[in-house]
T-cell receptor, first 116, second 116 residues
Framework: DQQVKQNSPSLSVQEGRISILNCDYTNSMFDYFLWYKKYPAEGPTFLISISSIKDKNEDGRFTVFLNKSAKHLSLHIVPSQPGDSAVYFCAASARRYGGSQGNLIFGKGTKLSVKP | GAGVSQSPSNKVTEKGKDVELRCDPISGHTALYWYRQSLGQGLEFLIYFQGNSAPDKSGLPSDRFSAERTGGSVSTLTIQRTQQEDSAVYLC??????????????FGPGTRLTVL
């Protein structure tokens, strides 16, 4: 049973427009959420994170929104650029419980294609 | 300023053989994680180290899988009597190990294991 779900396997966006990547989770113990970007033949690269005490975190063109009541988060990229084309993974962990650092639970990823 | 490195980058082996995968974390990072990504799937947690000890081995899929970490640095993931279903990209990540904090994991490029 997947605890982190990315229901869209792919997304295509025109350069300059907004890309919105969505992620849903089921475990209410999750309190830290991250987005990673992955190019082919490379490891995932950390992009942006958000703690459950916040509902928004912004870093340049990237903004992550968290809706705890809906157990939903989204990543907005604006404006989208061709170099943003990659697979984006949503990940979550429960850090304030259990005492350990906690492993990350990943979604299956969404492949973003930004067309020039 | 080296990131996480892994070796080999690719490994092809025959069913039934043992393999060893190596991970060199970022210098000073106390936490180390192993994940694997099978075709079309998200990243699956295998094991977590804090220093040289492994408080969470819950993700290891069978007793054919083991891992160790020496000197609080390099880690080796060993798969004995490999099976075709072990074919995947094995990813290592490290993090500073901030106790109770929001600890970002940084990934290596992965080892692509193919079991014939």
């Amino acid at each position: 049973d997947q605890q982190v779900k990315q229901n869209s396997p792919s997304l295509s966006v025109q350069e300059g427009r907004i890309s919105i990547l969505n992620c849903d989770y089921t475990n209410s113990m999750f309190d830290y959420f991250l987005w990673y970007k992955k190019y082919p033949a490379e490891g995932p690269t950390f992009l942006i994170s958000i703690s459950s005490i916040k509902d928004k975190n912004e870093d340049g063109r990237f903004t992550v929104f968290l809706n705890k009541s809906a157990k939903h988060l989204s990543l907005h990229i604006v404006p989208s650029q061709p170099g943003d084309s990659a697979v984006y993974f949503c990940a979550a962990s429960a850090r304030r419980y259990g005492g350990s650092q906690g492993n990350l639970i990943f979604g299956k990823g969404t492949k973003l294609s930004v067309k020039p | 300023g080296a990131g996480v490195s892994q070796s080999p980058s690719n490994k092809v082996t025959e069913k039934g053989k043992d393999v060893e995968l190596r991970c060199d974390p970022i210098s000073g990072h106390t936490a180390l994680y192993w994940y694997r990504q099978s075709l079309g799937q998200g990243l699956e947690f295998l094991i977590y180290f804090q220093g040289n000890s492994a408080p969470d081995k819950s993700g290891l899929p069978s007793d054919r899988f083991s891992a160790e970490r020496t000197g609080g640095s390099v880690s080796t993931l060993t798969i004995q009597r490999t099976q075709q279903e072990d074919s995947a990209v094995y990813l290592c990540a490290s993090s500073p190990g901030l106790a109770g904090g929001l600890d970002t994991q940084y990934f290596g490029p992965g080892t692509r294991l193919t079991v014939l």
